[in-house]
C-alpha cells in the first residue's frame, strides 16, 4: 500500500477519486520520486567529490608513483562531481543558487589552465625491456607492467619474459595518422549516454585505428624486439599482448577487463595484434567505462605488454585477502582455480575451485571448495594461434585445479607480494611445468578493491518510491555473494550484445556468464545475477568498484 493510499484512507475512507485527482495524484507521486532522486544525486555527488580529494592526499603522502595523467584524471573526476553537485541543487531550490555555477566555471577554467595539456613528447623510448621497468616507468608502460617489472626485480618471483610498447609508441601512431583530434572530435559531438551512439561511436574509433599503419620506426622496433625474444624462448615461442593503459588501478578504478589482451599470438602477428589492443581502448565497455567514472580519453594513454605465453597447468586469481566486507574470515587468503588457463576465471566463463588459507606463515588450508567445471581453455595445438576448449566430463568435471601443496605455495606467493607491496593485492597466476616439475608464474599483480560495510549505496532512481513487495515466496537461493547488499527491481534477463539497448535503470541483470562486456550496465543496474563465474572474475571487481 503507498503513502498516498494510506492517507487517503486515513483522512476519507475508500472513496473514489475523480480522473482529474487521480492524474494529480500521480503527476504528485513522479514530482516526489524525481525530487528524491535529484536528492540522492547531490548527497552521491558529494561522496565522490570528498572521496577523490581524499584520493589526492592519499597519493601526495604516498609511495606510489603517479604521473600527470593522474592528476589530470583526478582533477576531471573531481570537477564533474561537483558540477553534478550545483545542478541537483539549483535543480532542488528552483534556481536560487545560480552564482554557485559561475563561481564553478571560474574555478574549473583556472584548473584547466594548469592541467592543460602539453605538446606530447614522442622522441622517448618505444618500448622498454620487462627487465628494466620498475614502479617509476609507470607514467610509460602503465601500472601492469610497472608492477611485473617490479614484482620480477625485487620480490624474486618468476614473471614471463617479454617488454612493453610505451606510451611513446601510443602517441606517435596516433600522430602519425592524424587520430588525436578526429577522435576527441568525435567523441565530444556524441552523445556519451545513448547506447545507441556509443554502439557506432565504438565501431567508427576502432575501424580508425585498424586500418592505420603503424610508423615505421616502431613496427621495425617491435619487429626487431620479438626477434630477441625468439632467440632466447625457441622457435615454438607464442605471445600474450596484455592492455597495460595508464590509469589502471592508479586513477581510484580498477579497469578489470575493460581493455582487451590476446593470447597464444603468432610472433609475425605481433605488430597487427598491438593495434587490436589499442583499438580495444574504444570498445563499448571501455568508453562507457571511463565516461561514467569521469575520466577523459587523454588521461589513459595505451601501453602493450609483450609477453611469453605461459604454457598453463592450471591458472586463476588469489586474493591476499577477501574483498568482501561482509563475508566471515577477511583475514583469510582466497584462491580461486581452474585447470588450463587462467582467461576463464577472469572473464567469469567458469566456477572455480576455492581455497581458503590462515595468514599466518606457513599458511594452514582452512577450507576447500571444488566446482564442477565445464570446460578448459588451453593454448590452441601447434601452428594455430588463439585458445581452444576442452569440454570436461566425469571426474575430470571435478577433479581440483591444484594440490594442497601447490595451493598452500601460491597462498604463500599472495602474502609476499602484499608484505612487498604494503597493501591487500589482487594476483594473477599460472602454474606451468619447469625442470620436469612446476612453478607459479606471476601474471599480474595490483592493489585489491575491497568494499566496506558503509559503501552499499541506494538502488537507482527507478527503484525509489516503489511499494514494499511483501512477502514473497523465495524462487532461489544460495551461490556465492561476489559484492555486499541489497538490491530491488525488475529481472532483465541479457543473452546478446543488442539487450543491452533495452536494459531498464534499476534493473536486475541476469546472464549466463559473468562476461566484462556486463559492465557496461552496472551503472544502471541495481543488482547483478549470473549463472558462473567467482568472486574473482573481472566483473566482480567492477561490480564491487560500482557498489
Request: contains cysteine.
Amino acid at each position: 500500500m503507498s503513502i498516498f493510499t494510506r492517507l487517503r484512507h486515513l483522512l476519507g475512507g475508500q472513496k473514489e477519486l475523480s480522473p482529474e485527482d487521480l492524474a494529480r495524484e500521480e503527476e504528485l507521486k513522479k514530482q516526489l520520486r524525481e525530487r528524491c532522486a535529484r536528492f540522492r544525486r547531490l548527497l552521491s555527488s558529494n561522496k565522490n567529490a570528498l572521496e577523490i580529494m581524499s584520493e589526492v592526499e592519499e597519493a601526495l603522502a604516498g609511495s606510489r608513483p603517479f604521473g600527470m595523467s593522474y592528476v589530470r584524471g583526478a582533477g576531471t573526476r573531481a570537477a564533474t562531481a561537483v558540477y553534478q553537485m550545483v545542478r541537483e541543487l539549483n535543480a532542488l531550490s528552483d534556481n536560487q543558487y545560480e552564482s554557485l555555477q559561475t563561481a564553478f566555471n571560474d574555478v574549473s577554467g583556472r584548473i584547466t589552465d594548469v592541467l592543460e595539456r602539453k605538446s606530447l613528447v614522442t622522441d622517448g623510448p618505444l618500448l622498454l625491456p620487462l627487465t628494466d621497468i620498475r614502479l617509476g616507468d609507470m607514467p610509460q608502460v602503465g601500472g601492469k607492467m610497472a608492477n611485473l617489472g617490479e614484482v620480477s626485480a625485487n620480490v624474486g618471483l618468476a614473471v614471463p619474459d617479454g617488454f612493453a610498447v610505451t606510451v611513446n609508441a601510443y602517441h606517435a601512431f596516433m600522430e602519425y595518422n592524424g587520430l588525436r583530434d578526429e577522435i576527441s572530435r568525435r567523441i565530444q559531438s556524441a552523445d556519451m549516454d545513448s547506447m545507441d551512439d556509443l554502439f557506432s561511436l565504438s565501431a567508427a574509433l576502432q575501424q580508425c585505428i585498424l586500418n592505420a599503419p603503424l610508423p615505421p620506426q616502431l613496427e621495425q622496433a617491435i619487429e626487431e624486439a620479438v626477434a630477441g625474444m625468439v632467440e632466447r624462448c625457441g622457435s615454438e615461442l607464442r605471445l600474450a599482448l596484455r592492455s597495460s593503459a595508464v590509469g589502471e588501478d592508479a586513477l581510484g578504478v580498477t579497469f578489470a577487463g575493460q581493455y582487451r589482451s590476446e593470447l597464444n599470438v603468432l610472433p609475425e602477428e605481433a605488430c597487427e595484434v598491438w593495434k587490436e589492443i589499442v583499438a580495444s581502448k574504444y570498445a563499448v565497455t571501455a568508453m562507457s567505462y571511463r565516461f561514467q567514472r569521469g575520466i577523459p580519453d587523454e588521461a589513459a594513454p595505451m601501453s602493450v605488454g609483450v609477453l611469453s605465453m605461459v604454457q598453463a597447468l592450471a591458472g586463476g586469481v588469489a586474493y591476499s585477502r577477501d574483498p568482501v566486507a561482509s563475508r566471515q574470515g577477511r583475514g583469510q587468503v582466497t584462491l580461486n582455480a581452474v585447470p588450463g588457463l587462467p582467461q576463464a576465471v577472469v572473464d567469469g566463463a567458469v566456477t572455480p575451485d576455492v581455497f581458503a588459507f590462515s595468514r599466518q606463515n606457513p599458511p594452514e588450508l582452512l577450507e576447500k571448495h571444488i566446482a564442477h567445471k565445464a570446460f578448459r581453455l588451453d593454448c590452441a595445438p601447434e601452428a594455430a594461434q588463439g585458445v581452444s576448449r576442452s569440454d570436461l566430463e566425469g571426474e575430470a568435471a571435478v577433479r581440483p585445479s591444484l594440490t594442497d601443496a601447490q595451493a598452500r605455495e601460491l597462498a604463500q606467493v599472495a602474502l609476499a607480494l602484499e608484505e612487498f607491496y604494503n597493501e591487500p593485492q589482487d594476483v594473477e597466476w599460472a602454474l606451468e611445468p619447469y625442470e620436469g616439475n612446476t612453478r607459479i608464474v606471476v601474471l599480474q599483480s595490483r592493489p585489491l578493491f575491497e568494499s566496506a560495510p558503509d559503501q552499499v549505496e541506494e538502488a537507482p532512481a527507478a527503484v525509489a518510491g516503489e511499494e514494499d513487495p511483501g512477502d514473497l515466496p523465495v524462487l532461489a537461493q544460495g551461490g556465492m555473494a561476489v559484492s555486499s547488499g541489497v538490491a530491488v527491481g525488475p529481472v532483465f534477463v541479457a543473452r546478446k550484445d543488442a539487450d543491452m539497448l533495452s536494459f531498464p535503470r534499476g534493473g536486475i541483470l541476469v546472464i549466463e556468464r559473468a562476461q566484462p562486456r556486463w559492465a557496461t550496465l552496472l551503472s544502471r543496474a541495481a543488482g547483478l545475477i549470473s549463472e558462473t563465474g567467482g568472486m574473482a572474475g573481472h566483473l566482480a571487481s567492477v561490480a564491487r568498484e560500482y557498489k
